[in-house]
């Protein structure tokens, strides 16, 4: 999935965070997973500078309580590491997430955020994308 940012509509962004946790809500086809860019993250943990809002938690909160956990707050508390980061500030932001709801959640094994490199490797994380790569892992 990708949760289109704030700019330049505000709506649109809400619409489609609010379809997800509705879609959240009403799910009933067994283990299930949804994963991408939401633009969104915990206030505090997933910002180097302050930009996530109270709004942002709520909706972190909202999925939960439909009974989809953010899988690396499920295994790894309130570790700080970023997804991805502003060309401009350079500073750092989790923007990938991973839900998983109750049914999968057993079978959560690992979830770790990996920086694209070329063969040879180099030190600029931007080679292959802005973002990290979020690999999760899943028991058969």
Known sequence: MHIPNFVPDRARK???MEALVA???RWRGGPALFIGDTN???PV???ENAVFSAHDNAWFDALERAGWRDAFRYLHGDRREYTWYSPNGR???RLDEAFVNRK???RLVSVRHEWGQPEGGSENRETLSDHAALIVELAG
Request: net charge positive; aromatic share 16%; glycine share 12%.
């Open 45 to 47: 943990f997933d910002e």
């Open 104 to 106: 999968l959640l057993p």
């Open 40 to 42: 969104l993250g915990r």
């Open 23 to 25: 879609t959240a809500r």
């Open 91 to 93: 500073n750092g932001f």
């Open 14 to 16: 809400r619409a489609f």
